[in-house]
């Protein structure tokens, strides 16, 4: 029996989220021969150059739901948008990016289909009909695997984890299909303004280079060395509660249990002792590197590279060294 994945496609500032082709990714991954592939991107303005882009993948059908309401993220506009399609389409599987709008988004759908949903999945293996499901457990120091019982699904991919989807090989493009949607008679909220504090160029969730500071930072400039290296490697700039609570930065740059949870190919944790609650969020980075004075400090003891001295002589003679290579 043949099913029909259909991808949730996350943009940011005019471009797809790279977490949008992995959700793609997982899809396809989670599917057997002769199964379909739609996409649903919601927005306003300047949406339909990312159904142009997005039709060069294999997804044979994209949904592009345009309203101004959907600019900026409002569960009630989204799930007014989402619902209608998922009674047309009544997909067998929904993927979405484990994202502040992914996680949000997931549960509504789901009760729609009457669906089960997995979670923050990490990784797909497909053994014949079986598709299980990895997800990290109790703030990452255990992994489950799970497969659904039953069909509907909704799953939910952590960023950064599984590889983006590669556009078709073919040439085949997508249909893309304008739907104007229109505003719910009432919302409950309304989107006033988005004020965004970010840490740099680039997105810290999906940051390929992070260079992250702690209290060791001692004040907002200690970040200054910080943000340098990490501009050099086209990598953002992340923090431990520590650094937020001492009001060295802002919280939307926090990283751990209860900030973001990454997972980049380098991670330079600097000035940062090291706790569990940090580890939550940033353990399953590729390559750790710690530079703490202390070398007692925790962080060693998952850090693949540690260098034991001070940030602020550390951390410019890295620049330094970058910068020639
Ligand atoms: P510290 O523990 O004070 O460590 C500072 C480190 O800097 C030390 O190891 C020191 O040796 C080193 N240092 C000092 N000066 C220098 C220097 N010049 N050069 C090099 N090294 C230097 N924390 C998070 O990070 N994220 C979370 O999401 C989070 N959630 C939490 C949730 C709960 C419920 C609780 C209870 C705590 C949570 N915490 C979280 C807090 C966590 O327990 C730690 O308190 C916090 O991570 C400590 O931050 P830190 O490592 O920057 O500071």
Wanted: charged share 20%; net charge negative; glycine share 10%.
């Amino acid at each position: 029996m043949s099913r029909t994945y259909l991808v949730i496609a996350e943009h940011r500032d005019g471009k797809l989220r790279q977490v949008a082709l992995e959700a793609l990714q997982a899809a396809l991954l989670s599917s057997s021969e002769g199964d379909s592939f739609t996409a649903a991107i919601l927005g306003g303005e300047g949406t339909a150059a990312l159904a142009e882009e997005l039709a060069g993948y294999p997804v044979s059908q994209i949904h592009l739901l345009e309203a101004d309401g959907l600019n900026a993220y409002n569960p009630e506009a989204y799930a007014a948008a989402l619902l209608p399609l998922l009674d047309a389409v009544r997909p067998d599987a929904v993927f979405l990016g484990h994202t502040a709008i992914g996680r949000d988004l997931a549960p509504t759908l789901a009760a729609r289909l009457q669906a089960g949903q997995l979670s923050d999945v990490v990784a797909i293996e497909r053994t014949g009909d079986e598709v299980s499901f990895t997800r990290p457990l109790y703030a990452g120091k255990a992994f489950e695997k799970r497969s659904f019982a039953s069909f509907p699904w909704v799953v939910t991919v952590r960023p950064n984890n599984l590889p983006a989807a590669a556009p078709a090989e073919n040439g085949r493009r997508a249909d893309i299909v304008r739907t104007d949607v229109a505003a719910p008679a009432s919302l409950r909220t309304v989107v006033k303004e988005v004020v965004r504090k970010t840490s740099g160029k680039v997105d810290l969730s999906e940051a390929k280079i992070i260079v992250s500071g702690g209290r060791g930072v001692k004040s907002a400039d200690g970040f200054k060395p910080l943000e340098e290296l990490a501009s050099l490697l086209n990598g953002a700039v992340g923090a431990s509660r520590g650094a937020c609570d001492a009001g060295y930065c802002d919280y939307g740059m926090q990283i751990g249990q209860t900030g973001k949870v990454v997972t980049p190919e380098v991670y330079i944790a600097c000035g940062i002792s090291g706790a569990i609650q940090h580890l939550a969020g940033m353990s399953g980075s590729r390559v750790i590197i710690a530079i703490n004075k202390d070398p007692e400090a925790p962080i060693f003891k998952v850090a693949d590279y540690g260098i034991v001295g001070d940030l602020f002589e550390v951390v410019p003679l890295l620049t330094q060294e970058f910068r020639k290579a």
